[in-house]
C-alpha cells in the first residue's frame, strides 16, 4: 500500500490546522495508505514541523514553479493560486493512486475502500448535481494529467462560472464524469447547511450513522469556532442554527485538543496557558461578520449492498433504490 496515498493540501497556518485533524482522523481509523499533504510557502516552519511529524510526507509546492501557463494564469488571475496549487496532487507520481482530501473535511470511519475506485471518481456537487465536488476525489498522478490540466488554465469562463476555481477546471476536464460510469459517483453525498439541517433532520438521523466524511464547507471552518475542553462543546450563540447539529464540531475540537494542541504546544505555537488563544482570537471576526449559521455540511456515505434488512443495519443501496436522486426526490416530497 506504500504506493498510494491520501492527499491533502494547505496553503497557510489556519488551513494546516484541518490539514493535522484530516490525518489524524484517518490514522483513528486504521488507515493503511500513506498521508501526504502539499504545503505551500505561506505556510511557517513551525507549522512544517508540526505537518512532519504527523504525514508520512510534506512536499513543498510553489506555484510559480508550475510552468509558463500556470505563471502567466497566476499573474492575471492570482486568486486561483489556490486551484493551481490544488492540480499539483497529480504530479505525486511517487504514488500509483490517490485520494485527495480537502484540509476541512473529517473522516468518521475507514474509507480505504475509495481505492478500489478509478479516477476521476468523486461525489455530486450539491449545488449543483451535475458537477462533481471537489473536496474528495479518486485520481490518479500523471505528468500527462497534470500538464493537460495546466493547458486548460486559460479557459477562464469555465473558472468564473464555478465559485471554485478548482472543480471548475476539474470539472471541465472530467467532464464525462456525470454520464459515462456510475462507478465513478462516490454514491451518496448529503448537504446540510444550517437551514437544511432542521429540515432534513429525520432523513439526518436515518443516514448518518453511516457518515463516513464530513465535509465542512461554509466560510466559517471548524477552527473558528470556541472550544471548551472541559464541557467538550462548542461555544456559540444561542441561536447559533448550526448547534441543532453540533456533533461533527465536537468531534473535530477532540481530535484536535487531545491531539494537535500537544504538537502545537510542542513546538512553541501556542502557550500552556492559553493552548485557544489564537482561536478566540479569530472568533471576533466571525461575529463580526454576522455569519453564524454560514456552516455548512457536505456528508460522504457510501457504499452498499437487500435493501430492508441491509436498511435497518445502515447498509442502504445507495447506488440503486437510495440513490441520492431517489431519497433527495422522496425528501422533497416530504417538504412540500
Ligand atoms: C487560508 O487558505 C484558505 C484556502 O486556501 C483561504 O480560503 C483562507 O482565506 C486563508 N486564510 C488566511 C488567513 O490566509
Ligand atoms: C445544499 O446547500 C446549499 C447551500 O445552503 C443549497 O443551496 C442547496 O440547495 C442544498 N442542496 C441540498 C440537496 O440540500
Ligand atoms: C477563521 O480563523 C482564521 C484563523 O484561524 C482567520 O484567519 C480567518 O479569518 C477566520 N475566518 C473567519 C470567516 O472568521
Ligand atoms: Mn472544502
Request: proline share 5%; glycine share 4%.
Amino acid at each position: 500500500m506504500a504506493d498510494q496515498a491520501f492527499v491533502t493540501l494547505t496553503t497557510n497556518d489556519s488551513y494546516t490546522k484541518g490539514a493535522l485533524v484530516l490525518a489524524l482522523s484517518l490514522k483513528q481509523h486504521g488507515t493503511t495508505r500513506r498521508l501526504a499533504v502539499l504545503a505551500t510557502p505561506q505556510v511557517s516552519d513551525s507549522m512544517r514541523k508540526v505537518l512532519e511529524t504527523v504525514f508520512d510526507e510534506v512536499i513543498m509546492v510553489d506555484v510559480l514553479d508550475s510552468g509558463d501557463s500556470a505563471h502567466l494564469t497566476l499573474m492575471k488571475r492570482p486568486e486561483l493560486g489556490v486551484t493551481l496549487t490544488k492540480l499539483h496532487c497529480w504530479s505525486l507520481t511517487q504514488y500509483s493512486k490517490c485520494v485527495f482530501m480537502d484540509a476541512d473535511t473529517l473522516v468518521l470511519a475507514n474509507i480505504d475502500d475509495l481505492f478500489e475506485r478509478e479516477e476521476l471518481s468523486a461525489a455530486p456537487d450539491p449545488g449543483w448535481p451535475d458537477c462533481f465536488n471537489s473536496g474528495v476525489f479518486v485520481y490518479q498522478p500523471s505528468v500527462e494529467t497534470y500538464s493537460q490540466l495546466l493547458a486548460l488554465l486559460p479557459s477562464r469562463v469555465v473558472l468564473m462560472v464555478h465559485k471554485s476555481g478548482d472543480q471548475g477546471l476539474l470539472n471541465m476536464y472530467f467532464s464525462s464524469w456525470a454520464t459515462t460510469d456510475i462507478r465513478k459517483h462516490l454514491p451518496f453525498i448529503y448537504n446540510l447547511s444550517s437551514i437544511s439541517i432542521y429540515s432534513y433532520l429525520p432523513a439526518f438521523k436515518a443516514f448518518g450513522a453511516n457518515a463516513k466524511v464530513v465535509h465542512f464547507l461554509g466560510r466559517i471552518k471548524p477552527w473558528n469556532y470556541t472550544y471548551d475542553p472541559k464541557t467538550k462543546s462548542v461555544k456559540t450563540e444561542s441561536h447559533d442554527p448550526t448547534m441543532t447539529h453540533p456533533e461533527f464540531l465536537s468531534l473535530w475540537w477532540d481530535i484536535f485538543t487531545t491531539s494537535v494542541s500537544p504538537l502545537l504546544q510542542q513546538f512553541g505555537l501556542i502557550s500552556d496557558t492559553h493552548p485557544h488563544l489564537n482561536v478566540v482570537g479569530s472568533v471576533s471576526s466571525f461575529s463580526r461578520h454576522g455569519v453564524f449559521g454560514a456552516l455548512a455540511f457536505m456528508i460522504l456515505l457510501y457504499p452498499q449492498k437487500k435493501r430492508k434488512e441491509r436498511w435497518e443495519q445502515g447498509q442502504a443501496d445507495y447506488m440503486g433504490a437510495d440513490s441520492f436522486d431517489n431519497i433527495k426526490r422522496k425528501l422533497d416530497t416530504y417538504l412540500q
